[in-house]
Protein backbone atom coordinates (compact mmCIF):
# COMPACT_ATOMS: atom_id res chain seq x y z
CA UNK A 1 0.00 0.00 0.00
CA UNK A 2 2.90 2.35 0.73
CA UNK A 3 4.03 1.93 -2.62
CA UNK A 4 1.01 2.37 -4.32
CA UNK A 5 0.17 5.87 -2.44
CA UNK A 6 3.65 7.25 -3.23
CA UNK A 7 3.50 6.16 -7.01
CA UNK A 8 -0.04 7.48 -7.65
CA UNK A 9 1.43 10.45 -6.08
CA UNK A 10 3.95 10.36 -8.68
CA UNK A 11 1.57 10.08 -11.88
CA UNK A 12 -0.57 11.92 -10.50
CA UNK A 13 0.13 15.37 -11.72
CA UNK A 14 1.11 13.95 -15.62
CA UNK A 15 -1.96 12.14 -15.80
CA UNK A 16 -3.88 15.23 -14.70
CA UNK A 17 -1.82 17.10 -17.63
CA UNK A 18 -2.17 14.14 -20.39
CA UNK A 19 -5.77 14.59 -19.56
CA UNK A 20 -6.78 18.09 -19.79
CA UNK A 21 -4.86 17.64 -23.05
CA UNK A 22 -6.94 14.86 -24.48
CA UNK A 23 -9.74 16.99 -23.25
CA UNK A 24 -8.67 20.61 -24.64
CA UNK A 25 -8.60 22.13 -21.07
CA UNK A 26 -12.56 21.44 -21.19
CA UNK A 27 -12.04 18.72 -18.53
CA UNK A 28 -10.00 18.50 -15.28
CA UNK A 29 -9.04 14.74 -13.66
CA UNK A 30 -7.91 14.03 -10.60
CA UNK A 31 -6.70 10.87 -8.56
CA UNK A 32 -6.06 9.61 -5.20
CA UNK A 33 -5.01 6.26 -3.57
CA UNK A 34 -8.00 4.92 -1.18
CA UNK A 35 -7.59 2.98 1.42
CA UNK A 36 -9.21 3.78 4.52
CA UNK A 37 -6.54 6.07 5.77
CA UNK A 38 -6.29 10.26 4.55
CA UNK A 39 -3.75 11.31 3.20
CA UNK A 40 -1.99 7.96 3.39
CA UNK A 41 0.53 8.66 0.49
CA UNK A 42 1.66 10.87 3.22
CA UNK A 43 1.97 7.74 5.75
CA UNK A 44 5.20 5.90 6.79
CA UNK A 45 5.70 2.64 5.68
CA UNK A 46 4.92 2.13 9.86
CA UNK A 47 2.09 3.92 10.04
CA UNK A 48 0.12 2.20 7.06
CA UNK A 49 1.67 -1.23 8.53
CA UNK A 50 0.18 0.09 11.72
CA UNK A 51 -3.47 1.24 10.41
CA UNK A 52 -3.78 -2.25 8.41
CA UNK A 53 -2.68 -4.22 11.67
CA UNK A 54 -5.45 -2.66 13.90
CA UNK A 55 -8.17 -2.96 11.09
CA UNK A 56 -7.18 -6.46 10.77
CA UNK A 57 -7.78 -7.07 14.74
CA UNK A 58 -10.82 -5.30 14.81
CA UNK A 59 -12.54 -7.23 11.79
CA UNK A 60 -11.10 -10.68 13.16
CA UNK A 61 -14.29 -12.46 14.20
CA UNK A 62 -16.13 -11.26 11.49
CA UNK A 63 -13.38 -12.48 9.00
CA UNK A 64 -13.48 -15.96 10.07
CA UNK A 65 -17.13 -16.07 10.27
CA UNK A 66 -17.20 -14.69 6.49
CA UNK A 67 -13.86 -16.93 5.41
CA UNK A 68 -12.13 -13.70 3.75
CA UNK A 69 -10.73 -10.16 4.85
CA UNK A 70 -12.90 -6.68 5.01
CA UNK A 71 -9.70 -5.21 5.59
CA UNK A 72 -6.48 -5.07 4.02
CA UNK A 73 -4.72 -3.41 0.67
CA UNK A 74 -6.40 -5.88 -1.31
CA UNK A 75 -9.20 -3.49 -0.64
CA UNK A 76 -7.68 -0.13 -1.73
CA UNK A 77 -8.57 1.22 -4.65
CA UNK A 78 -7.61 4.18 -6.74
CA UNK A 79 -10.14 7.13 -7.01
CA UNK A 80 -10.61 9.08 -10.24
CA UNK A 81 -12.81 11.69 -10.89
CA UNK A 82 -13.55 13.85 -13.51
CA UNK A 83 -14.45 17.94 -13.09
CA UNK A 84 -14.77 16.66 -8.95
CA UNK A 85 -17.31 13.55 -9.79
CA UNK A 86 -16.44 10.14 -9.81
CA UNK A 87 -16.04 8.70 -13.08
CA UNK A 88 -16.91 5.38 -12.15
CA UNK A 89 -20.06 6.12 -11.74
CA UNK A 90 -20.60 9.37 -14.46
CA UNK A 91 -17.70 8.82 -16.82
CA UNK A 92 -18.52 8.77 -20.21
CA UNK A 93 -17.01 5.86 -22.66
CA UNK A 94 -15.14 8.60 -24.12
CA UNK A 95 -14.18 9.53 -20.68
CA UNK A 96 -13.11 6.22 -19.53
CA UNK A 97 -10.62 5.74 -22.22
CA UNK A 98 -9.07 9.08 -22.25
CA UNK A 99 -8.77 8.34 -17.86
CA UNK A 100 -7.24 5.19 -18.98
CA UNK A 101 -5.12 6.55 -21.94
CA UNK A 102 -3.75 9.81 -19.74
CA UNK A 103 -2.74 6.96 -17.15
CA UNK A 104 -0.51 5.12 -19.52
CA UNK A 105 1.32 8.35 -21.02
CA UNK A 106 1.75 8.73 -17.49
CA UNK A 107 3.26 5.88 -16.73
CA UNK A 108 5.57 6.31 -19.87
CA UNK A 109 6.58 9.39 -18.83
CA UNK A 110 7.92 7.99 -15.52
CA UNK A 111 9.27 5.22 -17.22
CA UNK A 112 11.11 7.44 -19.62
CA UNK A 113 12.25 9.91 -16.40
CA UNK A 114 13.66 6.68 -14.58
CA UNK A 115 15.40 4.95 -17.62
CA UNK A 116 16.58 8.34 -19.10
CA UNK A 117 14.50 6.72 -23.16
CA UNK A 118 10.95 6.63 -23.72
CA UNK A 119 9.48 3.47 -23.77
CA UNK A 120 7.68 2.38 -26.88
CA UNK A 121 4.11 2.90 -26.06
CA UNK A 122 1.53 0.16 -27.41
CA UNK A 123 -2.19 1.53 -27.69
CA UNK A 124 -4.64 -0.83 -28.90
CA UNK A 125 -7.94 0.36 -29.95
CA UNK A 126 -8.11 3.69 -28.03
CA UNK A 127 -9.45 5.29 -31.12
CA UNK A 128 -12.76 3.69 -31.23
CA UNK A 129 -14.92 5.18 -28.30
CA UNK A 130 -13.19 9.03 -28.76
CA UNK A 131 -14.67 12.24 -30.18
CA UNK A 132 -13.07 13.77 -33.26
CA UNK A 133 -10.86 16.44 -31.29
CA UNK A 134 -9.94 13.48 -29.08
CA UNK A 135 -8.65 11.01 -31.64
CA UNK A 136 -6.99 13.99 -32.83
CA UNK A 137 -4.76 14.34 -29.27
CA UNK A 138 -3.84 11.20 -29.75
CA UNK A 139 -3.22 10.88 -33.15
CA UNK A 140 -1.37 14.15 -33.11
CA UNK A 141 0.03 15.46 -30.19
CA UNK A 142 1.38 12.61 -28.28
CA UNK A 143 5.13 12.63 -28.28
CA UNK A 144 6.29 9.99 -25.84
CA UNK A 145 9.20 8.70 -28.42
CA UNK A 146 7.79 6.06 -30.21
CA UNK A 147 3.70 4.88 -30.14
CA UNK A 148 1.82 2.35 -32.00
CA UNK A 149 -1.99 2.82 -32.38
CA UNK A 150 -4.17 -0.27 -33.63
CA UNK A 151 -7.66 0.61 -34.50
CA UNK A 152 -10.24 -0.72 -37.16
CA UNK A 153 -11.96 2.69 -38.12
CA UNK A 154 -11.69 3.98 -41.83
CA UNK A 155 -10.22 7.62 -42.52
CA UNK A 156 -7.96 7.41 -39.69
CA UNK A 157 -4.91 7.47 -41.79
CA UNK A 158 -6.27 10.77 -43.25
CA UNK A 159 -6.27 12.22 -39.84
CA UNK A 160 -2.34 11.60 -38.99
CA UNK A 161 -0.14 14.50 -39.68
CA UNK A 162 3.26 12.67 -38.94
CA UNK A 163 4.02 9.20 -38.87
CA UNK A 164 3.64 6.18 -40.48
CA UNK A 165 0.22 4.34 -40.98
CA UNK A 166 -0.11 0.68 -42.22
CA UNK A 167 -2.92 -0.99 -43.47
CA UNK A 168 -3.36 -4.65 -42.82
CA UNK A 169 -5.61 -6.79 -44.95
CA UNK A 170 -5.80 -10.65 -44.33
CA UNK A 171 -2.54 -10.61 -42.36
CA UNK A 172 -0.57 -8.49 -44.78
CA UNK A 173 0.17 -5.11 -45.24
CA UNK A 174 -1.34 -3.25 -47.86
Known amino acids: ?38 DAHLCTREELRAFYRE ?26 LVNEVPARLYGSQGQQRSIVLALKLAEAAGLAEACGEPPVVLLDDV ?6 RRQDFVLNRISAGQVMITCCEDGISEKLRAGAAFHIKNGKIV
Request: net charge neutral; hydrophobic share 25%.
Open 1 to 38: AFCRARYVERIRPKAAQVYEGISSGRERMDLSYQCGLK
Open 55 to 80: ELLHDRKEDIQRGSTHSGPQRDDLEI
Open 127 to 132: LSELDR
